[in-house]
């Protein structure tokens, strides 16, 4: 695990809280570090796992509310951002890939002017310089002809083009720091693999830190290094990828545990018992 001195991204009892006469928690006081390594965050739908990487952007919907002991990216404290200061960091040293491209793009932009967006927000440079960093970006993603490429719509494109397209417009600033959120769960299982394998490369290239959003643990396994695993909004788990077949806590054993396959066809997948595990907290 990163230490102070080497950690990009340090959260210490972060919790997001949903105010009301009885504040409710729907994360519950977290704590973790992320350095230049991918790390898996991974739980069931419903577990805190988006709302967490929300409130690591700035991005938490009103009127839901962060505390933390300390939550700081790059020694700056991120509990006492302005929205310009959270405008200049959003896109330029952090960045994010959402779920599906279908609602991530904009339908009525082409793609190098989605590309070039963050360019212009975060870079002074001029029309020629942004178009031929637009170009190269695409080609790094892995998009063919990137020049008729950019002059198409995202309905244009398949679902694995517009999420390489998602990928080149949070990298295209060279983050520290990319929050990929689900971003293989409108993919086909081929295409997911090729695209996670795409982000492996990129990441590592960059020497930039990544934390992949996840439910599918034998996808992390192979892509990430680490695996914090959220239930009912608490990090119940921290461990190696590749110590996940391994694992010793019930509920991470459970989901590694639960995914159909071949191997399990016509017999009845292992259920949690929840009952036992709240027992344990």
């Not at 302005?82 to 082409?110: C, E, F």
């Not at 295209?172 to 990929?180: F, T, V, Y």
């Not at 599918?216 to 990430?224: E, F, G, S, T, Y």
Request: proline residues 6%.
């Amino acid at each position: 695990m990163p230490t102070d001195n080497t950690s990009l991204l340090v959260a210490d009892r972060l919790s997001v809280i949903l105010p009301d006469r009885r504040p409710l928690p729907l994360v519950k006081s977290i704590s973790f570090r992320l350095g230049q390594e991918r790390v898996a965050l991974v739980g069931e739908s419903g577990s805190g796992k988006s709302l967490t990487a929300r409130a690591l952007m700035g991005l938490l919907p009103y009127p839901l509310t962060v505390q933390a002991g300390r939550l700081s990216f790059g020694g700056l404290d991120l509990t006492r951002m302005a929205s310009r200061q959270w405008n200049q960091l959003r896109g330029n040293r952090i960045a994010m890939v959402m779920q599906d491209p279908k609602y991530a793009l904009n339908p009525g932009q082409t793609i190098a002017t989605q590309v070039i967006e963050p360019l212009l927000l975060h870079t002074r440079l001029g029309r020629a310089e942004r178009n031929e960093k637009m170009l190269d970006m695409l080609a790094a993603v892995g998009l063919p002809d990137p020049k008729t490429l950019g002059r198409r719509y995202p309905h244009q494109l398949s679902g694995g083009m517009g999420q390489r397209v998602m990928l080149a417009i949070a990298l295209i600033n060279h983050p520290d720091l990319l929050i990929a959120d689900e971003p293989t769960s409108a993919l086909d299982h081929e295409m997911r693999d090729q695209v996670l394998n795409l982000m492996e490369k990129l990441v590592a290239e960059r020497n930039m830190g990544l934390l992949l959003i996840s439910h599918d643990l034998q996808q992390v396994a192979r892509h990430c290094e680490r695996v914090l695993v959220m239930y009912q909004g608490q990090l119940v788990d921290q461990l190696p990828a590749g110590g996940l077949a391994s694992a010793t806590h019930p509920y991470t054993r459970t989901l590694w545990s639960c995914r159909p396959s071949a191997a399990t066809h016509g017999l009845r997948l292992p259920v949690l018992d929840r009952a036992a595990l709240e027992a344990m907290e």
